[in-house]
Each structure stands twice: as structure tokens, then as C-alpha cells.
């Protein structure tokens, strides 16, 4: 029993709309066929049609088709029986057909499904074809049986045949009109979308197709992901010597692509986009090490799904977060910072030699697993100052003028201590230019903590604290003994 009425069902989505499908035939209580019947039974039988149609009218479909059913067993060949159960199972065809699929996956339902019926339905509509053969109903029932299966082609000659018998019937002249409309979209001689357009490594319709000198085509992305393990085509194993950079899209199988299946195409850049800019709340995540905003950094990508990662980026905004395995939990931290690629250089062997700065840090909310590297649902996370002209505030902006101003010095005097290091020197300069302005406590808080490195850990409380006081204290407690380690040496 449906614990929904198909009254709530939402008006015809399945592309065409049914007609004349409106009521049901009543039975006449003399009829002329029962006076071979016991009294008994044929009141019996009248009974179920007509409780069948209050069923019908009312909406509950399936209690009616389960009267017209009893009904039917009594008498199994009447053509009031089978007209009425037709319209029926097209109805609830139809009903099932339109469910919203949230509503399916709250309260699915077992064993009924709009395909079953549409061809219950079209079974009755061609027995009382063979019962009526000069009644409208039935062809009028029999194509709409057959749009559910959609069978349009058939469905149409249906409507033609019938409407040879009364050319002046609205629900078949509608039928006619939109399955025209049908037949008009398939006959344009497009190509039929059979899987000579679909990638063998995504089972998708080409995107972005690229060909090898061996003749073979694949999107670029999947490709250059097969690549990432092998330099070998996927299909016929002949070594490749193509790169990313160099490798230009397939023009012409692209634009028979776009033009002749533009839905299933757009789909597939949809698709494309959400993985090269997965949106401002999620970040794909290298995981390596806790890193502070203010940072310059290079990095050499090798791993594979790393690869893919950087190539995704590269399209997108460049931008990936960094985090590291908090040691305490064995799992991702956290807290991270995003970082922008500055420089990607791509190396002849798949490789990647990144150029990176750290922007700023998030909250790691929840994190998954795609196509083999992490994804990240963030939250921007910012320190909490006292308000603008408190005293509290004045306070701060003082204690980072004094900052400032001895992280000068130390700078100056870590790099006379450190002539004839380069490596050192180096460091130190790149820090001097990173050095943001004091009129953003925050990231200043940051870039002080990292004129020293310092272990993980302590890296990672300075991003989960929110207090900039607190991450200025801690910053000047490092170089303080940072100097006093330089004095012992
Ligand atoms: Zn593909
Ligand atoms: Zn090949």
C-alpha cells in the first residue's frame, strides 16, 4: 500500500505529456454480455469496477488497479475492465516516473517500479485493441503506453492509426504534437552517441581529447594521470614522449564532441571545473608540515596523486592547503595554511618544481579522499582583536611597533653573524622582504614566529591561537633563545 497519494505527485516531468487519461469507463449495471453470468457474480463484478473507479478518483491508484484486477479474474476478457485498469497503470506509471528522487530515497518503494507498468499497461491497451479494434480508447492508451516506455517512434504510428479512425480526437491530435517533436529532435543526423566518443580510462565522453602519435584518444586529464605512473599509452603500451605543456587538445574531435552531444559535454566541464576549483571552502591538501602564514618556500612534487593534485590547481587558482599529521592523533591536523603557487615548473620526467607562498590559515572541518589525495572542507579562521581607539588596542599596536623594531636589529645582527653562510644569508634576506606591515597584527604575529624554526608542534599552536598577543610573545621568546643558542656556539 502507497503511504503517498499520487495527488502530490508533481505535474509531468517524463518530457511528454499523457492524454485522455482523465476518467474511467462506469459500469452499466445491464450489460449485456453478463446475462450469461449468475446474477451473483456479475453484481459482484460491477461492484469491483465500481469500487475500482472510486479508487480512481480519489487518487489511489494502485487499491484500483488491485478492484479492476479482481475484477479481471472474474471476467477476464471485458473491454471496461481492461480500458479502465490500462488508464490505471499509465497513471501510476506515470506517478512513479515523476517521484522527485529525494522522495524515492526517504520512502522508496519496494517492487514497483514505472517500467513494470507502462507494460501491464501496454499488454491491456493492445488486448482491447484485438476486443475494440474501432475504439479510440485503446490506441489513445496504447500510445500513451508506449511514450512511458518511450517508444516514440511506435507511440507515434499508434497515434496516426488511431487518429485515421476519428481525425477530430484532441487527446490524439495532442499526442500527435508532441511526439512529432520527438521524432522532429532525432531526425537532425547527428551521430549517434554510441562509445566511440568515450575515453577508456574514464568511460566518459572525451573531454579536453588529446591524440598519441600512436593514434590513441583520451581526455588530456586522464591521460596525463596514466602518465603520472607510466610514460607508456594505456592502450597499446608504446612509450610516450609527450608532456602536458606540449600536448595540444584534439580540435577537430573536440568540436564534434561539443556539437553534436552539448548537454553530456557540459556536463563533463561541470565536472572538470569543481575539481580545478573546488570552491572557496574546500582545499586539496599537501600533506607535509605545519606551515605559518608569511612563508616562502619551494617544493619538489614527485608523488603521483601529487602530480595530478598540481596540475588541477594549476588550472584552478593555483592555491592548495598544507597540513601535517598531528602526531598526537596519527591523523590530519587540525589546523593548515593555504599556499599560493608562485612558480610551477613542470620537469621533462612528470615532476614538479613549486615556487610556493603561505596566504593564510583555516580550520580543517572535514576532509576526504579524492582520486587519491585529500580534499578539505575549510573554515577561514582570524584572530580576535580588541576593537579600533580601546586601549587594549593601542596596547597591542604598541607591542608590535617594539616587535618590529627589535626584529629589525635581530635581522641586521643575524646577518653580520652569518657572512660566508650563504645559505643562511639568504634565508635571513628573504625574511627581511617578507616582513608584512604593522598595521596587520596578525600576519605580523606570524611572520615573527618565523624568523626561527621551530618544532611542529609549537608551529601548530601558533595557528590555533587566536590571541595575536599571545603569538608576539611567542615569537619574541624564540629569538630570544635563538640568540642565546648563537651566544653558547
Ligand atoms: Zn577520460
Ligand atoms: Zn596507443
Redesign the pocket.
Known amino acids: 500500500m502507497l503511504s503517498e497519494s499520487p495527488a502530490d505527485a508533481a505535474p509531468s516531468t517524463c518530457g511528454l505529456s499523457l492524454e485522455g487519461l482523465d476518467d474511467v469507463e462506469d459500469y452499466p449495471w445491464d450489460n449485456e454480455g453478463e446475462r450469461l453470468m449468475s446474477s451473483g457474480r456479475h453484481s459482484h463484478l460491477y461492484d469491483l469496477v465500481q469500487m475500482g473507479n472510486k479508487a480512481f478518483r480519489e487518487n489511489r491508484l494502485d487499491e484500483a488497479i488491485n478492484h479492476y484486477s479482481r475484477a479481471n479474474n472474474i471476467k477476464p476478457a471485458d473491454p471496461i475492465v481492461l480500458s479502465n485498469r490500462c488508464t490505471a497503470y499509465i497513471k501510476f506509471s506515470e506517478f512513479l516516473k515523476n517521484r522527485p528522487p529525494s522522495v524515492s530515497e526517504y520512502r522508496p518503494l519496494s517492487g514497483l517500479d514505472p517500467t513494470t507498468h507502462a507494460g501491464l499497461a501496454l499488454k491491456d491497451a493492445e488486448k482491447l485493441m484485438s476486443l475494440r479494434a474501432n475504439s479510440v480508447t485503446s490506441y489513445i492508451l496504447k500510445a500513451n503506453a508506449l511514450i512511458l516506455l518511450e517508444k516514440y517512434d511506435l507511440a507515434r504510428d499508434v497515434v496516426y492509426s488511431g487518429l485515421q479512425l476519428d481525425p477530430l480526437s484532441n487527446p490524439l491530435l495532442n499526442l500527435e504534437r508532441s511526439t512529432a517533436s520527438t521524432t522532429g529532435r532525432r531526425d537532425l543526423g547527428k551521430p549517434l552517441r554510441t562509445d566511440d566518443f568515450?575515453?577508456?580510462?574514464?568511460?566518459?565522453l572525451?573531454?579536453e581529447p588529446v591524440t598519441t602519435p600512436c593514434g590513441h584518444s583520451?581526455?588530456c586529464?586522464?591521460?596525463f594521470q596514466s602518465m603520472d605512473r607510466s610514460n607508456r599509452c594505456p592502450l597499446c603500451r608504446t612509450v610516450l614522449f609527450i608532456s602536458p605543456r606540449t600536448c595540444a587538445t584534439s580540435v577537430t574531435l573536440n568540436n564534434i564532441i561539443q556539437k553534436n552531444f552539448p548537454e553530456e559535454y557540459a556536463e563533463r566541464r561541470s565536472e572538470h571545473e569543481s575539481l580545478t576549483n573546488p570552491g572557496v571552502d574546500l582545499l586539496p591538501l599537501f600533506v607535509m608540515d605545519v606551515i605559518l602564514p608569511c612563508q616562502k618556500f619551494q617544493l619538489n612534487i614527485f608523488e603521483p596523486r601529487y602530480r595530478l593534485m598540481v596540475r588541477r590547481i594549476m588550472e584552478g587558482n593555483r592555491r592548495m592547503g598544507m597540513v601535517i599529521i598531528d602526531s598526537t592523533t596519527g591523523s590530519i591536523a587540525d589546523y593548515g595554511c593555504e599556499v599560493e603557487i608562485t612558480d610551477c615548473e613542470p620537469l621533462p620526467d612528470g615532476r614538479f618544481f613549486l615556487e610556493v607562498e603561505s596566504r593564510r590559515r583555516c580550520r580543517i572541518i572535514q576532509n576526504w579522499d579524492q582520486d587519491g589525495y585529500r580534499v578539505a572542507e575549510v573554515e577561514w579562521v582570524q584572530d580576535i582583536y580588541p576593537p579600533e581607539g580601546t586601549v587594549e588596542r593601542d596596547d597591542l599596536q604598541e607591542m608590535i611597533n617594539k616587535a618590529a623594531a627589535h626584529a629589525r636589529q635581530w635581522i641586521r645582527r643575524a646577518q653580520e653573524a652569518a657572512q660566508g653562510d650563504r645559505i643562511r644569508l639568504a634565508e635571513l634576506f628573504k625574511a627581511e622582504g617578507m616582513m608584512p606591515s604593522t598595521r596587520d597584527p596578525e600576519r605580523f604575529s606570524f611572520w615573527l614566529a618565523t624568523l626561527n624554526n621551530r618544532r611542529p608542534p609549537e608551529r601548530l599552536e601558533l595557528l590555533r591561537t587566536r590571541d595575536t598577543k599571545e603569538r608576539l610573545r611567542r615569537g619574541l621568546i624564540y629569538m630570544r633563545s635563538e640568540d642565546e643558542r648563537c651566544r653558547l656556539q
Open positions: 568515450d575515453c577508456t580510462l574514464c568511460l566518459k572525451f573531454y583520451f581526455c586529464s586522464c591521460l
